[in-house]
């Protein structure tokens, strides 16, 4: 394809423009082509490598009030950020909860910084984009395609934007202008003892405070016990608070334990409350036919926390809140002033305003990566992503139970695995001891990167494969790392 002309330089570039749009030209395409390569390559590399010493001394640089130019800030980017990684981009990173990012979607990015719209509103195609995102993830979770949504930073803020809504949507109250000590009574809020921080977070920050969060106990698969949470409501109801919502975890950051989420809704109609659930790591299990059982019931949610930058591989950040009373969502968030009124043509007219549905006014064009993204695999092949990973985590624990000195520490539901070194003779104490000590010599060693947890006062390793990166292979180099060094440690 020919390439279009280069612009000439002068009054048709910006000042912060490129005074050579060739130079560069050449410098992105050796950006891009320097980038792949690492992709391409990454397997070859330590997963994680600790800072050297010299290298924070290089952000304390002062306020840089002169020009550098491209070029030396691109080199300096090169020598100091692009090898000190994080490392989830490589095939044996396994911590906390995270996707490892694709090519096409690093692009998307690019795009999405090049056209550079802002989607708080407006009539622009950007938005159209966004809404079909909306309701591509609709369809993955089976809420109707007239409910409310919102592209987040993650679920963190997808399950504050879902709790926000809950908590207004009560009647006879105007939470807006009164504020929550209008509510007639204290409200309780009920999810297992297993929820993610970012819930206890979010009712902290909705004014209702950490104690309205009633953490009901789990059973020996770590998923929420129903008759503890009828027994709780009903307690509550005693006691004159007001039950309001509850929570269901659709894959635990723990374990990826699943709650029985057909359960859990029927038990918020019986008890009309409202019924979310924090679907950050599984929601998106719904997409295959093999593993989508374990999450019948979502469809009935009130309102659903889906993260695309963990199982689906979208680059940080991407993540969304679904409200299926579109209405309800909106009345919490949209406010115009008149700097903001839509008019009936032009660039403000359009029904799509996202900026009324959260908390952001400007926001980023992350719909892109989402779009191009589903578009370049198909959700099918999300599907057998997912499916993989799953095998992965039950061959893990297969390799887990079969040697003498390591030890499962809880049943593997989806794609989360949490062990330890046991070599026998070691009360749980000295085993947490030496347990922290090895998954740091393990992350120092470059070999893999699984993150840790506490199950019942005992220190786990803590796999969460959601890589689409990590083959049969890295699972046994992973173990047989972490035999060594757990032998090494033992000896001394
Ligand atoms: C179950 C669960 N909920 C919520 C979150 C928060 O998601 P984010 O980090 O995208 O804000 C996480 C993060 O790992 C999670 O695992």
Not at 15 to 26: G, I
Not at 306 to 312: E, G, Q
Not at 419 to 435: K, S, T, Y
């Amino acid at each position: 394809m020919e390439r279009p002309r280069t612009p000439p330089s002068g009054d048709s570039t910006g000042l912060l423009d490129p005074t050579d749009w060739e130079a560069f030209r050449a410098l992105a395409h050796r950006a891009v082509d320097e980038a792949l390569d690492d992709l391409a390559t990454v397997r070859e590399r330590p997963v994680w490598r600790p800072l050297p010493d010299e290298l924070p001394a290089q952000f304390h640089a002062p306020l840089p009030r002169a020009p550098q130019g491209a070029d030396a800030a691109y080199a300096d980017y090169r020598q100091w950020v692009a090898p000190w990684q994080m490392g989830n981009t490589h095939p044996r990173f396994w911590s906390w909860y995270m996707g490892a990012g694709t090519p096409f979607g690093a692009l998307a990015d690019f795009l999405a910084a090049a056209l550079n719209p802002n989607m708080g509103g407006g009539n622009h195609v950007a938005n159209h984009v966004e809404a079909q995102v909306l309701d591509w993830c609709k369809e993955i979770v089976g809420l109707p395609l007239e409910s409310g949504g919102l592209l987040v930073s993650g679920a963190s803020m997808a399950n504050f934007v879902g709790l926000a809504v809950a908590r207004n949507a009560v009647e006879g109250v105007d939470l807006r202008t009164d504020g929550v000590q209008a509510l007639p009574a204290r409200t309780s809020w009920y999810a297992s003892s297993e929820v993610h921080s970012c819930v206890q977070k979010a009712l902290e920050l909705l004014g209702l405070g950490s104690r309205a969060l009633r953490k009901v106990p789990v059973d020996a698969e770590f998923r929420i016990d129903l008759e503890a949470l009828e027994a709780m409501i009903a307690a509550d109801r005693a006691a004159g608070l007001e039950p309001r919502c509850v929570i269901g975890n659709a894959g635990t950051i723990n374990t990826g334990s699943v709650d029985d989420l057909a359960g859990l809704a029927a038990i918020c109609r019986r008890e009309g409350l409202w019924f979310h659930v924090d679907g950050a790591i599984g929601a998106v299990l719904a997409l295959s036919p093999a593993h989508r059982h374990l999450v019948a019931g979502i469809e009935q949610a009130d309102s659903i926390a889906i993260d695309l930058h963990k199982w689906l591989q979208v680059p940080f950040e991407a993540g969304c809140a679904l409200v299926r009373d579109r209405q309800r969502h909106r009345s919490t968030f949209a406010l115009t002033p008149e700097y903001l009124e839509k008019t009936e043509r032009g660039l403000a007219s359009g029904p799509l305003w996202f900026s009324e549905y959260g908390l952001q006014l400007s926001r980023g064009f992350r719909a892109l990566k989402v779009w191009l993204s589903f578009k370049e695999h198909g959700l099918d092949r999300y599907a057998e992503l997912i499916d993989r990973n799953i095998r992965h985590a039950r061959a893990l624990a297969a390799l887990v139970e079969a040697a003498p000195d390591l030890e499962l520490m809880a049943p593997v539901v989806i794609n989360i695995v949490c062990l330890r070194f046991n070599p026998g003779g070691l009360d749980d104490q000295r085993l947490n001891a030496l347990n922290e000590e090895l998954l740091i010599r393990l992350h120092e060693s470059g070999i893999a990167a699984p993150s840790y947890t506490t199950l019942g006062g005992r220190y786990c390793l803590r796999a969460a494969i959601a890589n689409h990166r990590t083959d049969e292979r890295d699972l046994r180099t992973a173990v047989d790392a972490i035999q060594r060094i757990g032998a090494e440690l033992i000896r001394g």
